[in-house]
């Protein structure tokens, strides 16, 4: 099963490591590696009592760690959420015989009630800014006289429409919320904008309720409740409706919608609105890991269209994707492409081309940061122009590579630095405790070791000569940076056992003698050993798996 462990977790108790066996230990092995280390750090076997105290601390971890992997309930709780999930409060009153998924399920619940009672002392904000620019003048074709015009030498890019709204969520209770939003937008010099308040109340587990009520300058009073209910576990339906007045009476509008689960992966939704602007509206959404489509028709007043789009997620760190889109209706046709990319930790950047007839040619840049978005629709021609199409393309792409080679790079990279300073800092105590009780165990580990040495060189076997755990700097660009390794010579010999070591698929930090010098950081493990005379050396990553000797230098002496 794999293990969810987190550097804050590894730091805490690695158990798997500690008895060094496979996460698929069974329980005979698991009790093979337990007695192994009870005879190590017994603390009857001591007669110095700092020694006896470090090996009584050191017994007690061993036996902590047994206790939880010997236990099918509590190994599924460690295996799935490491030792913070065992203090999750109201385990106890789980059954033990549980699988793992229904293990995962209550954990999940109790996470959940927790994250209630947070979510009660806590506001959602949300917000959005759009910027439109018209730069229609940058691709405008010359006229005779345009030259001879004051200013005609210098293309006129102006801002011509500006929309801002914003959102806070209220929890006053488990089941009801307060939702206050509002907005403010201006076009051509001409604006106004609205304040909303709702109320909503989770009825049951498969429905809730919304009352609305607005106001604006240009709309006037708003009156509207929402509907959302569960019919079946793979359908559900929405209906809203509301009441606008203004100087010209009172509109009514009603919209519904009716969704359905396809398949694992599609969606397909109906949708009816009635009003001022009433439509029907069917859609199609397939989104997997890879990939994002949707195929959507609409009939109404004053819009009817058919639009296609498809999206490919590529599956690296930055979570890259790249879309395209085209949208054709009496309106005329739509085509887009772009892409978008995550620059930072709480920031997506992407940009999108739109090319249009009689629309013309648009570059759209959006940023989402954390919650909150920025919206930049620059309009760059009225008409399509090959040379818009080009630089609306090439442009961002040569733009957003400088700016990630002389900003979000150092960026984030200075990010990263102070992250694992203030890891550091804030595990500090932690960082000490391991380091002691690495100590503690090398120390207990002599006489151990001693004996081993001993029996191997009788049989010309398997002998460490040196080892060191840590962060190496080998790459020549990186030679300002200052290897930070410790010496784990004695812990490793102290595992070996019939000429061999071998070392699980798991952190070493976790090993009895061993520990984190350089807490966030990559780390490797390099040994000098000496088998049947003859010397070797092998560097291992911090998570592979380990024997030695190998099965060729095993084979070939």
Sequence with gaps: MASSLDDDELLNDDYYSLLNVRREATQEELKVAYRRLCMLYHPDKHRDPELKR??????????????????????????????????VDGWEVVERKRSPAEIREEYERLQKEREERRLQQRTNPKGTISVGVDATDLFDQYEEDYEDMAGGGVPHVEINKMHISQSIEAPLSTKDTAILSGSLSTHNGNGGGTINLAFRRVTSANGWGEVEVGAGDTQGPLLGMKIFRNLTSRCFATAQCGLQFSSRGVRPGVTTLLARHLDKNTMGYLQWRWGIQSSMNTSIVRDTKSSHFTLAMQFGIPHTFVMMSYQYKFQDDDQTKIKGSVKSGFFGTVVEYGAERKISRHSVLGATVSVGVPQGVSLKIKLNRASQTYFF????????LPSAVFYATVGPLVFYLA?????????????KEEDLDKQREGSASNIARKKQEAESAVLLMQESVRRIIETEESRMGLIILNAWYGKFVTDNSRKHERAKVIDVTVPLQCLVKDSKLILTEATKSGIPGFYDPCVGEEKSLKVLYQFRGVMHQVLSGDAEPLRIPKQCESNNL
Excluded: C, M, W
């Design 54 to 87: 470090q090996a009584e601390q050191l017994f007690n971890l061993v036996h902590e760690a047994y206790q939880v992997l010997r236990e099918p309930q509590s190994r599924a709780i460690y295996d799935i959420y490491g030792k913070r999930g065992l203090d």
């Design 377 to 384: 629709p620059i309009h760059l021609t009225d008409q399509l």
């Design 403 to 415: 700016i990630q080679q002389l900003i979000i790079r150092p960026y984030v990279r200075a990010q």
